[in-house]
């Protein structure tokens, strides 16, 4: 294609001026002026933008006074095609505006003194606090330096805490004095600076308060920097509650450590089902699409209900007079939705290990458990809701009927309800058999289903289940990998978050995790519903295409365990 000719009849009119006048000084002033044009041409009127369109190259050139008037004016005469069209779209789509940066809070930075029981439950507290500072009185240290000893979680969060104050004092023009930057080690989300006691303080507490304790002290720490810094607020950060009582008491700004907690309230926890409202096939019910697959029907819906599903959450529509549906969503794209009805598992053709599931929320968990697809499977509720049981049953199908899995590995938080009974002699299992009784009872159920064989053929069905079973403590899990096992995870809502990571990463290929508790039944110190690890681990799943989560909610145990779970 051929080039279009110079346009020799515009360079010719002008002037020897123009053509002296450096490049260089027009660029700058040109572009500004062109911007006060569009913001220009954005405030006029629609009818007046060709008007402000045909003059913006004067208003560039007389801004520029690189050329004279009579020759501005005859360049503009004849403006060249591209220049015509930069200045339509500089008039039609002005510049984006910029995002703006979420400002941070303008009040002073506070000052957080932290307990001994902070730093042993999170070693990395001290990067959670965002621009405020830190203070560590010298009894804290103390603290640390007697809990470092030892195989205990306690002991490895001390051991690491105390590494991580040796990394922070050892940087690079590290001042204790002045403060050592808490974002030295890399950590950027920590804009404030971490003090250490290096001088006695002036405390005025009680004489009632014995000086010798180590809470006390503390206290006389957070008494002596409240006014030391006033009116810099200071708050005691502290996991006793009987020391933030103490705290306020005195007049003692004193708060629980807040970080650690995944939800406020349990209550608020993801349950895993969602009802699907009385008008659901009034307003979706026009554009849905369903198709069959096997033994499977789907449904592809879109419309008001669709940005509050999250993949592998149950749904289910219950009115009476209409027929009922149950189903799992599988897909979420855009504003559509993928269901994919479940398989009944109420029905005894169904049956899982000659166990049918007795309510809707068993027969969701039931689904759950059984697909192959599904790798970490997550089970709350109260106590007699078929949690283990219906994890077992679904475990032996998958491992001695369909060959699935090579065994079943089972283990639980070792944390006693009341007194502990000391050392247990034995192996590893004959340890951990005083905490399997929730086993062995779900066994016993499991063994009665069989009716069909005999007596001889009943105990060599148990025995044989009882080798492909396999019970570990949770003391030797670092390190390990499990290669296509069924894990089951008793009694979690006792774990930490950072025991639940730890469990959870031992899966190998092919391996299947169900962890399953009560988070009403906690009884690990410090530890609750916000904080537990069950609760971590069904926050952070949530959504996952290979995860799963159910709240049970109706017991099944008996009617004296409901009647007792409901009135004490």
Request: aromatic share 6%; glycine share 8%; proline share 7%.
């Amino acid at each position: 294609m051929p080039l279009p000719p110079p346009p020799a009849k515009r360079a010719a009119t002008l002037s020897p001026d123009a053509f002296d006048a450096p490049a260089r000084a027009t660029s700058k002033p040109a572009r500004v002026a062109r911007a006060r044009f569009a913001e220009a041409a954005v405030e006029q009127p629609a009818h007046t933008a060709r008007e402000a369109q045909d003059e913006a190259p004067v208003a560039v050139l007389r801004d520029t006074g690189a050329v004279d008037a009579p020759v501005m004016r005859e360049t503009v005469d004849a403006p060249p095609a591209r220049t015509r069209r930069a200045a339509t779209a500089d008039t039609a789509a002005p510049a984006p505006a910029r995002k703006r940066k979420p400002a941070k809070s303008s009040g002073p930075a506070k000052l957080f003194v932290l307990d001994t029981n902070v730093l042993m439950h999170d070693p990395m507290c001290l990067f959670r606090f965002e621009e405020h500072d830190i203070y560590l009185p010298m009894i804290v240290l103390e603290e640390l330096d007697g809990h470092k000893k030892g195989m205990s979680e306690v002991a490895r969060n001390a051991r690491q805490t105390s590494r991580t104050l040796d990394a922070l004092a050892g940087a690079q023009n590290a001042d204790i004095v002045a403060g050592l930057p808490l974002d030295a080690t890399g950590h950027r989300e920590a804009g404030g600076k971490l003090f250490f006691q290096t001088r006695p303080l002036d405390d005025k507490l009680p004489a009632s308060l014995p000086q010798g304790k180590a809470d006390n002290q503390i206290l006389g720490v957070v008494e002596a920097l409240r006014r030391e810094h006033a009116p810099r607020e200071v708050v005691l950060v502290s996991k006793d509650i009987n020391m933030r009582v103490k705290a306020k008491a005195l007049g003692l700004a004193a708060d629980d450590y807040q970080n650690d907690k995944t939800l406020e309230d349990g209550e608020f926890l993801y349950s895993g089902a969602l009802a699907l409202p009385p008008d659901f096939w009034a307003k979706h019910g026009k554009t849905v699409e369903s198709w069959q697959q096997g033994q499977h029907t789907f449904y592809r819906i879109a419309g008001p209900v669709v940005p509050s599903l999250h993949i592998n959450q149950f749904v289910y529509f219950e009115a009476p007079g209409e027929p009922s549906l149950y189903a799992r969503v599988t897909e979420i794209r855009a504003k559509t939705a993928v269901l994919k009805t479940l398989r009944d598992f109420n029905h005894l053709k169904n049956a899982v290990w000659g166990v049918t599931t007795r309510n809707r929320e068993q027969n969701f968990a039931m689904n759950l458990l059984l697909d192959p697809e599904v790798d970490f499977v997550t089970l709350t509720g109260n106590a007699g809701t078929g949690k283990t049981l219906m994890a077992l049953a679904s475990g032996l199908t998958q491992v001695l009927d369909d060959r699935r899995y090579t065994e079943i590995i089972m283990t639980r938080a070792t944390v006693s309800v009341g007194e502990d009974i000391g050392f247990l002699p034995g192996t590893e299992e004959e340890k951990m058999g005083p905490w399997m009784g929730a086993l062995d009872d779900n066994l016993e159920v499991l063994a009665k289903t069989e009716t069909s064989a005999g007596e001889w053929g009943r105990a060599a069905t148990n025995e044989l289940i009882r080798s492909r079973i396999k019970i570990k403590s949770m003391n030797f899990m670092r390190g390990r990998t499990f290669l296509n096992k069924y894990v089951i995870i008793d009694e979690a809502q006792n774990l930490t978050p950072k025991q639940m990571k730890t469990l959870i990463t031992r899966a190998g290929p092919g391996t299947k995790i169900v962890c399953m508790g009560n988070l009403q039944q906690i009884d690990t110190p410090y530890l609750t519903e916000g904080s537990s690890g069950l609760t971590f681990a069904v926050d952070k799943f949530k959504g996952w295409p290979h995860g799963g989560h159910i709240t049970l909610a109706r017991g099944e145990r008996s009617r004296l365990a409901d009647f007792a779970s409901e009135v004490l």
